[in-house]
Structures are given as structure tokens and as C-alpha cells.
């Protein structure tokens, strides 16, 4: 049976701390200690995409994790337009990295659109089991 949790962050700076949090809480919950480290990174990232470029002044982003037999499933979803575009980093700049470190970790990692906003996620596998190392 997956397991499912979300949580709204309001536009603050402190949301992206927060969503960390979240994000840690829910895999300490669900004994999924080995995928803290990345979906913690990825979280940050993404959130701090949505503050940026994806949430409305007023309006709230969404975080979801949702846990199935083969894999982790990390969403971030703004009410904002545009779509995140994975460029080329420039090596002299400062920001810009944050897509390509997730699409790096995540095996899947995607954007659906919705009428109003989108959803950026990724998915990352579930680690084998103890017995099975």
C-alpha cells in the first residue's frame, strides 16, 4: 500500500528550511533513512525554484512525498507559469546548478503542467532491503 504526505509552505525564505524538515521528518517516519541526504538536497533546490520563480505573492507552494514498492516519488507544486528548463551552467555564475544536481540524483525527473502552475518532481529508488546487501 504506498504511503502518501504533503504539507503547504507559505512564500517565506524560511519555507525552504521548513520543507527540509518536512521531507526528513516523513523518511525518518517511513525508516527510509539512506534517501534523507538527496531528497533533503533536491527539496531545497526545488523549493527554493518555486519561491523564486513559481509562487505568487499570497499564494503557497506544496510538497508532497509519496512512498511505492520500487521508489520514492518527491513533488514540488507552485501556482506560477513558466516551466523550469534545464541550461547549461554557466561556471562563472553564482545560481543555476540546482536543476542539474537533482536531475543528477533523481532516476526520473520530470514536470507535469496543470491549469493553473505546475508540478516539478523526480523519483529516486527504494534502497534494497538489509538482508539483501
Known amino acids: 500500500m504506498p504511503l ?5 509552505f507559505p ?3 524560511t519555507s525552504v528550511g521548513a520543507s527540509r524538515d518536512f521531507v526528513t521528518g516523513v523518511l525518518s517516519e517511513w525508516e527510509l533513512h539512506s534517501l534523507i541526504e538527496d531528497i533533503t538536497l533536491c527539496v531545497s ?5 518555486a519561491l523564486l520563480h513559481g509562487v505568487p505573492p499570497g499564494r503557497e507552494f506544496c510538497v508532497g512525498l509519496r512512498q511505492s514498492e520500487k521508489s520514492v516519488r518527491l513533488e514540488v507544486r507552485d501556482s506560477g507559469p513558466g516551466q523550469p528548463v534545464l541550461r547549461h551552467p554557466d ?3 553564482c545560481s543555476g546548478r540546482g536543476l542539474h544536481l537533482v536531475n543528477e540524483l533523481a532516476n526520473e525527473f520530470g514536470v507535469d503542467d496543470h491549469i493553473v502552475g505546475k508540478t516539478v518532481w523526480l ?3 527504494m534502497p534494497a532491503p538489509p538482508h539483501a546487501r
Open 11 to 13: 512564500r517565506r525564505r
Open 45 to 49: 533546490e526545488l523549493a527554493t525554484n
Open 91 to 93: 561556471h562563472e555564475a
Open 4 to 8: 502518501s504526505q504533503q504539507r503547504r
Open 123 to 125: 523519483t529516486l529508488k
